[in-house]
């Protein structure tokens, strides 16, 4: 990973499948709604697919190299990881 710092997650519907490959490497932060897709998990709201900043996360103490992991497991690539400034850390455009 760089050395920038996660600041914003995503997950892009269109490109989810439902594998859960997330939500078993970060339940925390990752779940399955009832549509099949993953989701953020909120801390206090409503969860959605996002883009929301990694401090609102249930799972907000969740490490950048475990949301890397959990980014990484999707067989789609379809969550995506955003540093401060707005730049894509995961997938690499």
């Known amino acids: 990973m760089t050395d920038q710092k996660v600041a914003k997650i995503e997950v892009k519907r269109e490109l989810c499948i439902g594998a859960a490959s997330c939500v078993i490497a970060a339940g925390t932060v990752f779940e399955l709604d009832s549509e099949n897709k993953a989701i953020l998990k909120r801390a206090g709201c409503k969860s959605d697919s996002g883009p929301i900043s990694k401090a609102e996360l249930e799972g907000a103490s969740i490490s950048d190299e475990d949301l890397l992991t959990a980014a990484q497991s999707c067989p789609t690539a379809a969550i995506y990881l955003y540093a401060e400034d707005?730049?894509?850390?995961?997938?690499?455009?």
Do not use: C, H, L, V
């Open 86 to 93: 707005g730049s894509q850390i995961y997938p690499q455009s």
